[in-house]
Nanobody
Framework: QVQLVESGGGLVQAGGSLRLSCAAS????????MGWFRQAPGKEREFVAS???????AYADSVKGRFTISRDNAKNTVTLQMNSLKPEDTAVYYC??????????WGQGTQVTVSS
């Protein structure tokens, strides 16, 4: 079992930056692939970025070059640095942990609002 707690959301103007953090607890938390998803009002949850324990990263096309995912296996934390934010980045952002091909564990989400 892995518990995930996100922090760092908020309100920012377009072009600004935010940094999201996810604290994972559980004995084997560092062995999971970690990722970030987001869900905007009226839309389905979508993949944003992921990172393996060996620091292989993947990004959605919509955030490439603007967002950076990183992790600290010793501290069981995952961060999402978001730069050049756009109004369309507004969503609730969720941290998740994957085993195999299944995203098993989810955080409660943190709101990110980008004003134009």
């Amino acid at each position: 079992q892995v518990q995930l707690v996100e922090s760092g959301g908020g309100l920012v103007q377009a072009g600004g930056s935010l940094r999201l953090s996810c604290a994972a607890s559980g004995r084997t938390a560092s062995s999971y692939v970690m990722g970030w998803f987001r869900q905007a009002p009226g839309k389905e949850r979508e993949f944003v970025a992921s990172i393996t324990k060996t620091i292989f990263r993947a990004y959605a096309d919509s955030v490439k070059g603007r967002f950076t995912i990183s992790r600290d296996n010793a501290k069981n934390t995952v961060t999402l640095q978001m730069n050049s934010l756009k109004p369309e980045d507004t969503a609730v952002y969720y941290c998740a942990a994957r085993e195999g091909s299944t995203w098993l564990f989810w955080g409660q989400g943190t709101q990110v609002t980008v004003s134009s």
